[in-house]
């Protein structure tokens, strides 16, 4: 005797259904029984409409490949048992997730019955929405902050070179001209970059040294 299928056991890891409901069609008559959840997953009434393959095709996502109809057509066919993450265009004009999980009775290998589990998972998929919405905001602050950070270091850069000071000093200096100045650190950081990039004179002095220096570093090893 063929084991019923565990809705529950379909779920992806960590998410929890809305509510659970259950069907049967009977394959030898063509006629399904639906629980009331399901009539309300697709949004109507229990009992207001007769289920059917074309009903479930008339409310499928065009989406969804395959579609629950080919998966019904499909167990009914071969008698296999099947899970699918599906979405329904139901008739209250909202979409639902849902998983749809079923398994045949069979007569001599022939498909006699499918029955299975609606389980509504709408809104755990909204919640993951809105995760994903939050995780792409957190991104987009982290691409901001890494930014400011790159102007922060070459600011600090440009004091090390002027002062002849290290890393921490420099960023020391710029904390303190922050605070006096009552600037955010990154728009003070900002400022000098652009001032030093767009000299109202240029800093032939600063230039000559830099020169030199480059040109000295570049020297093969062992150089003198």
């Known amino acids: 005797m063929p084991t019923k299928p565990d809705p529950l056991s379909a779920l992806p890891g960590g998410q929890s259904a809305d509510q659970v409901g259950m069907y049967h069609w009977d394959l030898r008559t063509d006629t399904w029984s639906w629980s009331s959840e399901i009539y309300l997953m697709y949004g109507y009434q229990p009992g207001s409409v007769t289920p059917s393959l074309e009903l479930l095709a008339k409310h499928g996502h065009p989406k969804d490949h395959p579609a629950l109809v080919e998966l019904f057509e499909a167990v009914r066919r071969s008698g296999e048992a099947f ?3 599906q979405r329904i265009a139901a008739a209250d004009e909202g979409t639902r997730a ?3 999980v079923g398994n045949a009775d069979t007569e001599n290998e022939v498909p006699t019955a499918v029955h299975g589990y609606y389980v509504d998972l709408t809104s755990a998929r909204l919640r993951e929405a809105e995760h994903l919405s939050e995780l792409a905001g957190e991104a987009a602050g982290l691409q901001r902050a890494m930014a400011s950070r790159a102007t922060i270091e070459q600011a600090k850069g440009m004091i090390m070179f002027a002062y002849g000071c290290g890393s921490a000093a420099a960023f020391d200096l710029l904390i303190n001209t922050s605070q006096r100045a009552n600037i955010k650190l ?9 001032v030093v990039q767009n000299p109202d004179d240029q800093p032939e002095r600063a230039r000559a040294h830099l020169d030199a220096m480059l040109a000295r570093l570049a020297r093969p090893a062992g150089d003198v």
């Open 186 to 194: 990154r728009e003070l950081a900002d400022r000098l970059v652009a």
């Open 98 to 100: 849902v998983v749809v």
């Open 83 to 85: 899970g699918s993450q």
